[in-house]
């Protein structure tokens, strides 16, 4: 999760920073109008946690029990346990969603922990870190103190509609009549009592709204604390990420000039060298060495044009993303089916993710040449998509896998790349393949 930092302005000229407080003043009365209808909406939703969450509630419990139960029966009692988590997290989704559109909180959605490693124990891994997440486990908390809130508003309905029942008692009886607690009581007190009951039973109702809104946003609505160590947390890992992919690009135009473009230029002057001690006694020879020099000059500016297509690719910048992966799908050594689909507003000239574009770029440069290198793949599958903000990709090899995310290596240049653009990461390569690669980095620019 990415948090953007706050923006501080200093006040316009001709203003002081008090000037602010009548503009605040129309949403301090606006949040006041409508804090009558939050209370009866969140009475609402108590109401119905406490007639339906009871039985979920029920439900998880039975799961808990079914699962402990049958551990040792052919290990059935784990699926069921593997299911609760599940279970867990999409009721702990659910209350975060609710608590949310309830007090028009901004709250990023749950999400399950992502696999850190291929394979089946990357994924029993993730289930473990699941089931450890503090932030679905407050949220859960928040629900089953909104189902024992929402059980106690049920009955405090039934008080007020019990009390405004027995406010009119003296219109179809006389003498005495029982009253609240088992009592015996005179029927002309029943209007005083039935009012007071209402009464009492409204401002319970409202007492446990009220409460339930302070523990929700103190279980579920992160503090501000917590944001600002979340969001230097981020900081810092995006920080190292570009430090890492900085030096990891550095160390790889410093190989390739040193293993490529290098020797060749030497070559080349070597051979230009014989030329020229040959041109008087051997013009024959010394114009095969020239024409040998000049072969050698054209191999070396095309490795020096594809090292500079590696470090900034100018089709990127004046075409878009799409028209950059169809070239460079165009020269990939192996078949390689494309499907870029991108919305209308990250295409246009002014609104483009130009860093989040080339960040994907360079992860699916990467992941065709190591394809190409490593795999023995015979094609490639290419997917691209806008999604909420962010772009995501997607390349897909059917090589024999194995791939491995090795310190300094092709792979680990795209992790670090990516988090440095505040992106995520993920690679799945069993052995006997396929390799799938997946990033999805937000459009901040």
């Given amino acids: 999760m990415t948090t953007n930092p706050t923006s501080l302005t200093p006040p316009p000229q001709g203003r002081t920073p008090g000037s602010a407080a009548p503009a605040a003043a129309p949403a301090a009365a606006d949040d006041a109008a409508k804090r009558p209808f939050r209370i ?21 419990t039975a799961m808990l029990g079914v699962g402990l139960g049958l551990t040792f029966v052919f290990g059935i009692g784990l699926l069921v346990l593997v299911g609760l988590v599940y279970a867990l997290y999409g009721v702990a989704w659910f209350e ?16 399950l922990r992502p696999r850190l490693r291929p394979g089946f124990g990357g994924w029993v891994r993730s289930i473990g870190r699941q089931s450890i997440d503090g932030r679905m486990w407050r949220a859960m ?32 009886a006389e003498g005495e009549m029982e009253g609240p607690f088992g009592a015996v009581m005179p029927v002309g007190w029943a209007p005083v009592v039935g009012i007071l009951g209402v009464l009492a039973a409204a401002a319970g109702i409202v007492g446990l709204a009220l409460l339930h809104r302070l523990l929700s946003r103190t279980l579920v609505v992160p503090s501000r604390e917590a944001e600002l160590s979340a969001q230097v947390r981020t900081t810092s890992a995006q ?27 030497v070559s080349v002057g070597m051979t230009l060298g014989l030329a020229q001690q040959k041109i008087d006694t051997d013009p024959t020879a010394a114009k095969e060495l020239i024409g040998e020099a000049h072969t050698s000059t054209k191999a070396a500016i095309t490795e020096l044009r594809q090292l500079a297509r590696g470090i900034h690719t100018s089709v990127l910048d004046d075409r878009g993303l799409d028209a950059a992966l169809s070239a460079l799908g165009g020269r990939s050594h192996i078949p390689v089916q494309l499907d870029v689909r991108l919305d209308a507003g990250m295409t246009g000239a002014g609104a483009r993710c130009r860093d989040a ?48 995310v ?31 690669l997946e990033v999805t980095v937000p459009c901040a620019s």
């Fill in 141 to 172: 908390l928040n629900f089953v103190l909104g189902c024992i809130a929402g059980t106690l508003v049920l009955r405090l309905l039934w008080g007020v509609v019990w009390s405004a029942v027995i406010a009119f008692a003296p219109l179809r």
């Fill in 40 to 60: 009866l909406l969140t009475a609402l939703e108590l109401a119905a946690l406490g007639a339906l969450g009871t039985a979920v509630f029920a439900t998880l």
């Fill in 406 to 436: 090795q310190p300094g290596g092709g792979l680990d240049g795209i992790a670090n790349r990516v988090l440095a653009a505040g992106g995520t990461f993920r690679l799945e390569s069993p052995a006997g393949g396929p390799t799938s």
């Fill in 239 to 265: 920080r190292a990420g570009a430090v890492r992919a900085a030096e990891l690009e550095r160390t790889r135009i410093e190989r390739d000039l040193h293993d490529g473009v290098q020797p060749r230029l």
């Fill in 357 to 404: 574009e080339a960040a994907v770029y360079f992860a699916i440069a990467e992941s065709l040449t190591n394809a190409a290198k490593h795999s023995r793949a015979s094609e490639c599958r290419v997917v691209v998509r806008s999604r909420d903000g962010a772009l995501w990709a997607r390349v897909e090899d059917n090589g024999m896998g194995g791939a491995q």
């Fill in 96 to 111: 975060v969603r609710r608590v949310a559109d309830l007090y028009g909180e901004d709250l990023p959605d749950l999400r």
